[in-house]
């Protein structure tokens, strides 16, 4: 083992807590495991215990950890080159961008690659600009959540009080941009207490309302998530989605698609395909790069582009060992991966329905693919908030890791890797209902 290596592995319970109070974090939920190594869907600790991760590592690890196919791309890839400034080609990212459009909605061949999510959803808005105009303000969902650089922070929910409360993106306002807000279509429990196709309608309504009242100069774009991952694993409907682009054309705006968590988990390598919506720009960032850091938008041919006059200029625009994976992966998708998540994913969700039978406080169970919430209320479906941060903080003792979402975290993200098998699903399951019991007897 290389010496420096051997170093780090070995630190003491007494070192990391030293080495820990130099570290600082603006964001994560900290106070779980420390962990060690990971292998397929399973993670351990330094004590040497054991997890399945339901959060993929922030939703990052599609293939699970140590993939062995992404491990000896890494390898052989990082002996010929791994950093190139974003001015020089390479084969690798001819190869990612032209995989990318042949896979992309018809009509959408143009990538950009960029260093995180937060900055593809800020390239977006670049182009938008670019291309509509008298323009300046942009449109979000209620409760969507987009990134927290400053030019993203403006349009997640942790710079408004949705939650209750102010959260950490309202103190930077003086630096952020406003973005103009529109209703989200909840399917359960909507605020004004009518069906979802009235609720739907309404929205709708509401959009076009706001785009012609509302708004100074056009829209320059619609930034949405088919799903919405943070606001609670929303799955918006076809039929709304379809009329939002209908909005967008009639006010000569463009439907931004925020991909960052769908980007293959919902079973299909784009949500644009799987909801037959195609927008103007897609983002992606997590699990684009499997496992490895790398975003990046696709864009439609009819707008103009980016010019290579510092509009978009990153060190790190250029990893080729991140496009390397991405390469693989989606050549993993084809071959097996996007199937099986399809087919886990649905039997997750069957058998946390049936489990819902026992616990009706599993008020909703939300999933497309491997994109799963479960949203904790009580009888009269009100959000149940504490209940599931204590079902989360269980699960560490019964060897599950849950992910929490929901502006008001009363939602619990069941988001396995892809890989995943049916024993492994029946040991989620279990490990979960251990986890419920605690709380719910």
Same mark, same amino acid.
């Given at each position: 083992m290389v010496e420096l290596l051997e170093k780090i592995y070995s630190l003491t319970d007494k070192e990391m807590e030293e080495c820990a109070g130099h570290l600082m974090l603006g964001g994560g939920t900290r106070g779980g495991p420390i962990l060690d190594h990971g292998k397929g869907v399973r993670v351990w600790d330094t004590s040497g215990k054991d997890y399945i991760d339901c959060t993929s590592q922030s939703w990052a690890l599609l293939l699970g950890y140590a993939n062995d196919e992404i491990n000896e791309i890494i390898r052989e890839h990082s002996t010929k080159m791994t950093h190139i400034h974003q001015g020089f080609d390479n084969k690798v990212r001819f190869y990612l961008a032209r995989e990318l459009a042949r896979r992309a909605p018809a009509g959408m061949n143009?990538?950009?690659?960029?260093?995180?999510?937060?900055? %593809?959803?800020? %390239?977006?808005?670049?182009? %938008? @600009?670019?291309?509509?105009?008298?323009?300046?303000?942009?449109? *979000?969902? @209620?409760?969507?959540?987009?990134?927290?650089?400053?030019?993203?922070?403006? %349009?997640?929910?942790?710079? /408004?009080?949705?939650?209750? +409360?102010?959260?950490?993106?309202?103190?930077?306002?003086?630096? /952020?941009? *406003?973005?103009?807000?529109?209703?989200?279509?909840?399917?359960?429990?909507?605020?004004?207490?009518?069906?979802?196709?009235?609720?739907?309608?309404?929205?709708?309504?509401? /959009?076009?309302?706001?785009?012609?009242?509302?708004?100074?100069?056009?829209?320059?774009?619609?930034?949405?998530?088919?799903?919405?991952?943070?606001?609670?694993?929303?799955?918006?409907? +076809?039929?709304?989605?379809?009329?939002l682009r209908e909005i967008c054309d009639e006010f000569e705006t463009l439907l931004i698609f925020d991909e960052i968590q769908t980007f293959g988990r919902i079973g299909e390598t784009f949500a644009a395909?799987?909801?037959?919506?195609?927008?103007?720009?897609?983002?992606?960032?997590?699990? @684009?790069?499997?496992?490895?850091?790398?975003?990046?938008?696709?864009?439609?041919?009819?707008? +103009?582009?980016?010019?290579p006059d510092s509009e978009e200029l990153h060190t790190f625009a250029n990893p080729t060992l991140s496009m390397a994976c991405a390469c693989k992966q989606l050549e993993m998708f084809d071959n097996g991966v996007l199937a099986n998540g399809r087919t886990m994913g649905k039997y997750l969700g069957d058998k946390l329905k049936e489990l819902q039978k026992t616990y009706p406080q599993l008020g909703d169970i939300r999933q497309v693919g491997m994109h799963i919430g479960v949203e904790i209320t009580d009888e009269k479906m009100r959000p149940l908030a504490e209940e599931a941060g204590l079902i989360r903080k269980f699960g560490f003792k019964h060897g599950i890791i849950l992910g929490t979402g929901g502006v008001r975290k009363n939602v619990l993200k069941v988001k396995p890797p892809l890989i995943i098998n049916q024993a492994e699903c029946d040991e989620i399951i279990e490990k979960f209902k251990a986890s419920i019991k605690e709380v719910f007897g």
């Open positions: 143009r990538v950009s690659f960029t260093v995180g999510g937060g900055p %593809a959803i800020e %390239a977006a808005m670049k182009i %938008a @600009f670019k291309n509509v105009q008298p323009s300046r303000e942009f449109v *979000t969902l @209620f409760d969507s959540y987009h990134g927290s650089t400053l030019g993203s922070m403006g %349009a997640s929910w942790i710079s /408004t009080k949705s939650a209750g +409360k102010f959260y950490g993106g309202s103190r930077f306002l003086p630096l /952020t941009r *406003t973005f103009v807000r529109i209703p989200n279509p909840v399917t359960y429990r909507n605020p004004l207490g009518v069906s979802t196709e009235e609720y739907i309608d309404i929205c709708l309504t509401m /959009t076009r309302e706001i785009f012609q009242r509302g708004v100074s100069g056009k829209p320059a774009g619609v930034i949405v998530e088919p799903i919405q991952a943070s606001a609670g694993q929303l799955i918006l409907p +076809k039929r709304y989605l379809q009329g395909n799987y909801f037959g919506v195609i927008p103007d720009i897609i983002c992606l960032g997590k699990s @684009f790069g499997a496992g490895l850091p790398l975003a990046g938008i696709i864009i439609s041919d009819k707008l +103009k582009g980016f010019e």
